[in-house]
């Protein structure tokens, strides 16, 4: 039992009825006397006379060695495969691509770390369907592999169980710093990383300051530590009720990790029994329960991304007002990283996410518990052994009494700037409005030699555009710019307005996810140093103060500029810039 949580077993997987059929689909390929040159190939790969009478799950980790958040999953995979066997099933395991969006951020590489979702979603399909599996468990770690095998797990409509492959401890500082406010033995995290360079850059902490948050800030294998973008996804699985209870929060070395392994083989066993398939679990209303809770935490923005994706892979509908109108009733009460002071081990240790839904579910009506889950029962039935939280003993989660903040920190804003919407993670700290004029950036690699050269002024708004979609090509993340800027002592005096995303490891008065982007001719395209800009989060309002014969002629300009085009002519960069939509819809690609 680490970290002081008891995970209980929410419901009993029954033993198997003679009358249910449990490998319906790859019984096609495996007792269909036409179909010898399939079971031939099985046979090879060592499967017996015994298997074939099995169902099949294909089990798919998302592994490679060059990622902390996945370089643990091929083990985590081969566990899953040991507790199919002990469960009577045949465990097939097939791995898929990711990117690391920390390695590749502010790097080139970033644009791929999007469409990796979709390269995901649909390796996973393919493999699913073409090889006939009877249900698919699925191991992510990092940020986009989430989403991707939530979207794979919709289209092929198997049972389906995602386990998350947990979230990293945070690391240890070796030296002192006072003039960042650490000293040694403090902890350090992956943004640490990111912001040290600002605070480098302007000669607040030495080279051997600044390498000893980067040797240690990342001790062993899981996803990044805060809340930021892989913990709060895995949240969002949990509650929508496609992972195990306390898959969100268990700690990627923590024993309880492979434990869930093998609860997941015994659902999976259930789930065939019932027949129970992703789009028998999924509504609308699990949705609006995971944007709520995902407010509830302070959850990444590229939640609003993948949470709009998601829903039309399942044929829900959801819109990204939806996200405003639960965001305007819904506290925000997690003390979480990056704005906040824990880690997702923190809140772990203090009864996970179960335990902060029994407190909603029980003193708000922010969470339907009538929604099914992968465990065969309902979210309120899972819920009922859990212990409940325990304010005079912890303050990771506050009382709904004392919120951080009385509405969520998700806005999502419209206006001049961006007519169609623009997403705000604001958490109360950076204040409601911002007033200052632009500084245009049209190429990431022009942001640092400026910062370094103290030309990012107090009341400047930094216009990060050709970011977008279609643009990037790939919608990079901008948690280099807005880590330097906090390292450099400029977050609380700057802001910062992309079409672009953030990382959820960003924090600031930071702008996302304008759209129209600039490639496809939104304002944000003729935006100019000097123009004036008010954000005004209470209003949700993001206006744009030039006048309007200016903007024409801007405009007329701009379409002579060729700054239209698809920047890549070949691969999958190009292929993602012409099939994808835009931001406000979940940048789908099918």
């Not at 996200?323 to 009864?351: I, N």
Request: hydrophobic content about 35%.
């Amino acid at each position: 039992m680490s970290g002081g949580v008891e995970i209980h077993s929410v419901s009993k997987p029954s033993a198997s009825s003679p009358n249910v059929v449990l490998n319906k689909i790859s019984g096609q390929l495996t007792q269909n006397k036409m179909r010898g040159g399939a079971q031939a190939m099985l046979y090879a790969v060592g499967l017996t006379e015994e298997d074939m009478n099995k169902p099949q799950i294909g089990i798919s980790p998302i592994w490679w060695e060059g990622n902390p958040c996945n370089s643990h999953l091929l083990d985590l995979g081969k566990k899953v495969k040991e507790a199919c066997e002990q469960e009577g099933l045949v465990g097939l395991m097939f791995n898929t691509i990711g990117v690391s969006d920390a390695i590749t951020m502010g790097t080139d590489g970033m644009r791929y770390s999007l469409p990796s979702r979709d390269l995901i979603a649909d390796s996973i399909e393919a493999v699913v369907k073409a090889h006939y599996y009877d249900g698919n468990i699925a191991i992510p770690g990092c940020d986009k592999n989430m989403p991707g095998c939530f979207m794979a797990a919709v289209r092929h409509n198997r049972p389906t169980i995602i386990i998350y492959g947990g979230t990293i401890q945070p690391g240890t500082r070796h030296v002192d710093c006072p003039a960042m406010g650490y000293q040694k033995g403090d902890t350090v995290n992956i943004s640490d990383a990111f912001e040290s360079y600002g605070a480098f850059t302007v000669g607040k902490i030495t080279d051997e300051q600044r390498f000893d948050v980067v040797r240690h800030a990342c001790p062993g294998p899981g996803g990044c530590g805060g809340m930021y973008t892989a913990n709060t996804m895995s949240t969002a699985l949990e509650v929508l009720g496609i992972s195990l209870p306390y898959s969100s929060g268990i700690p990627a070395i923590y024993p309880e990790k492979v434990q869930e392994c093998f609860r997941a083989a015994k659902y999976m066993k259930k789930l065939l029994e019932l027949d129970l398939k992703p789009r028998d679990i999924l509504t609308r209303q699990s949705f609006l329960n995971a944007i709520a809770v995902i407010n509830v935490i302070g959850g990444s923005t590229n939640s609003v991304l993948h949470l709009l994706a998601m829903a039309r892979a399942a044929d829900i509908e959801l819109t990204i007002d939806d996200f405003q109108r639960v965001a305007d009733k819904t506290p925000y009460l997690a003390d979480l990283k990056p704005s906040g002071k824990y880690y997702m081990e923190d809140l772990h240790k203090v009864g996970g996410i179960p335990a902060l839904l029994k407190y909603l579910l029980k003193n708000t009506d922010l969470i339907d518990g009538n929604q099914m889950t992968v465990t065969g029962r309902t979210l309120a039935q899972n819920l009922e052994d859990v212990q409940e939280l325990e304010f005079e003993k912890q303050d990771v989660v506050k009382p709904l009494q004392k919120p951080l903040k009385k509405t969520g920190h998700l806005t999502i804003l419209k206006g001049s700037l961006a007519p169609g919407s623009a997403v705000a993670k604001l958490t109360g700290k950076e204040g409601s409005r911002f007033e200052g004029v632009a500084k245009c950036f049209d190429d990431l690699s022009q942001f640092y030699p400026a910062l370094g050269a103290g030309e990012i002024k107090p009341g400047s708004i930094l216009i990060f555009r050709y970011q977008g979609p279609k643009g990037g090509p790939g919608m990079p993340e901008m948690l280099g710019p807005t880590g330097a800027l906090i390292g450099a002592g400029l977050s609380q005096v700057t802001a910062l307005i992309t079409d672009g995303r953030f990382s959820g490891a960003s924090h600031g008065f930071i702008i996302g996810h304008v759209v129209p982007e600039a490639t496809e001719g939104g304002p944000i395209a003729l935006v100019e140093d000097g123009d004036k800009i008010i954000i005004d989060s209470e209003n949700r309002e993001i206006q744009w103060l030039v006048p309007e014969e200016e903007k024409a002629r801007r405009r007329v300009e701009w379409e002579k500029s060729g700054k239209n085009q698809i920047k890549e002519k070949r691969g999958i960069l190009f292929r993602y810039a012409r099939d994808v939509a835009p931001a406000s819809l979940g940048a789908y690609c099918d």
